[in-house]
């Protein structure tokens, strides 16, 4: 089975100053792929940032990036000089090989807020 | 470009009514289709996936079912809603899109609200 946690219900920043969310997940799968996701008050989902099992090195994607900690599971989300606009829940998710990477599983969700 | 568009955007249903939401996608072929549902304040739920037309994999057993009529085409419905379906759906879909990442691309969600 896949589990996907997040356990901050609510983050708080201030503008621009960095903030992590964390996400940590639980698989038997040696391969599987990590995504976060953003989704504003609107509801459109919107996808930041990717890490493979097997990548060597975090991803980065502009102000994202994740902090990927293979021996612990966990898969933090670092957003550097917060922006106003980046108010919304994050969603960390993963998807395994042995389903052929065909399902995503979400976590509950981090909603941040960020104040000037 | 790839796009998603699902519809209707916001519906109040009767508990006993039927219903049906649409997706449609754009910019792609075969796709793989999702049905998400979130609760309030909740995480995104996985109710079927489809890897063709007529393929559907149901993730959670319940009265809400869904059909794939066409390659770019996906439809969730239900004969009788309950008070318990509310929530705001979303279509999503993973293709030839995005390089090799397999992000899911998603629509722009329809909130349904059973009475």
């Known amino acids: 089975a896949q589990k996907i946690t997040q356990t901050q219900p609510g983050m708080f920043v201030q503008e621009k100053e960095a903030v992590t969310l964390d996400c940590t997940y639980d698989?038997?799968?040696?391969?599987?792929?990590l995504f976060w996701y953003k989704q504003p008050s609107s509801g459109e989902m919107i996808f930041l940032i990717y890490?493979?099992?097997?990548?060597?090195q975090n991803a980065t994607e502009g102000r994202y990036s994740l902090n990927f900690q293979k021996a612990r599971k966990s898969a933090n989300l670092v957003i550097s000089a917060s922006q106003l606009g980046d108010s919304a829940m994050y969603f960390c998710?993963?998807?395994?090989?042995?389903?052929?990477?065909?399902?995503?599983?979400f976590g509950t969700g981090t909603r941040l807020l960020v104040s000037p | 470009s790839q796009t998603i568009h699902q519809w209707p955007a916001t519906l109040v249903q009767p508990v006993g009514s039927p219903l049906s939401l649409e997706c449609t996608v754009e910019?792609?072929?075969?796709?793989?289709l999702y049905w998400y549902r979130q609760a309030a304040g909740r995480g995104l739920q996985l109710l079927f996936y489809?890897?063709?037309?007529?393929?559907i994999s149901s993730e959670v057993p319940q009265n809400l079912s869904a059909s794939r009529p066409q390659d770019r085409q996906f439809i969730l419905s239900s004969k009788k809603l309950l008070l318990s379906d509310s929530g705001f759906y979303l279509c999503?879909?993973?293709?030839?899109?995005?390089?090799?990442?397999?992000?899911?691309?998603f629509g722009e969600g329809s909130r349904l609200t059973v009475l």
């Open positions: 698989t038997s799968d040696p391969s599987y792929g």
């Open positions: 910019g792609t072929s075969n796709p793989n």
């Open positions: 999503a879909g993973r293709g030839q899109w995005g390089g090799s990442t397999g992000e899911l691309f």
């Open positions: 489809s890897v063709g037309i007529g393929q």
């Open positions: 890490q493979g099992s097997y990548d060597q």
């Open positions: 998710a993963m998807s395994l090989m042995n389903t052929g990477f065909q399902k995503l599983v």
